[in-house]
């Protein structure tokens, strides 16, 4: 199973645009994808699935093209629920500078800003299972977003799910592999393909 996080988006605002519609991949991020889809052009990939969100079908699309394949969609693989979307948190300028917004950063470890990592491991768990099934024997593709392939990577892992954002193990167009015997995760493997 190779989890993947989608490629570089246009966001010349610099919001956090989570799940809003169209926020598309941009010319670096086509990029990233198509080294993605070359890297795994001899895996024996027989299902590839993406987040509903543009940026993810369209990671997920040159993958697809290149095993002969569709682009599947599973509501499960969507970015996480955050309540700052829309707005620019960056450092110095962004909504976090806001006395008002701190109350939502009150539990880092639920976070309280969001979707509860408790949460976000499920809905990945069974999206990922769900994948398995569909490419028993075989390899699949799952198209995801940062926090999501970060928390199924801890949850797999038997690791805590709350953490610093940016200790992340998932940068742009990364895959996270996860290997099985049955159902049971007996390893994972991480790679960064596309460059940064």
């Avoid at 993605?36 to 699309?61: F, G, Y």
Wanted: contains cysteine; glycine residues 8%; proline residues 6%.
């Amino acid at each position: 199973m190779h989890v993947m996080r989608h490629g570089e988006v246009h966001n010349p605002d610099k919001i956090l645009y989570g799940r809003l519609p169209d926020y598309h991949l941009s010319e670096r991020g086509q990029a990233q994808a198509k080294a993605v889809a070359d890297w795994l052009a001899a895996r024996d990939i027989t299902h590839v699935v993406a987040s509903p969100l543009e940026r993810a079908q369209e990671t997920a699309a040159p993958i697809a093209a290149r095993h002969g394949l569709a682009v599947g969609t599973d509501d499960e693989l969507i970015e996480s629920a955050n309540i700052f979307q829309g707005q620019r948190v960056s450092p110095g300028d962004g909504a976090l500078r806001d006395p008002r917004n701190w109350w939502h950063l009150r539990n880092p470890r639920t976070p309280s800003w969001g979707e509860p990592y408790s949460e976000i491991a499920a809905r990945m768990t069974r999206a990922v299972r769900r994948a398995a099934v569909s490419a028993s024997g075989h390899e699949a593709v799952c198209v995801s977003h940062q926090l999501p392939v970060e928390t199924l990577r801890r949850s797999m892992t038997e690791k805590p799910l709350h953490h610093f954002p940016t200790r992340r193990m998932c940068n742009l167009a990364s895959v996270t592999s996860f290997y099985f015997h049955g159902d049971a995760c007996v390893g994972w493997g991480y790679a960064e393909l596309a460059g940064q």
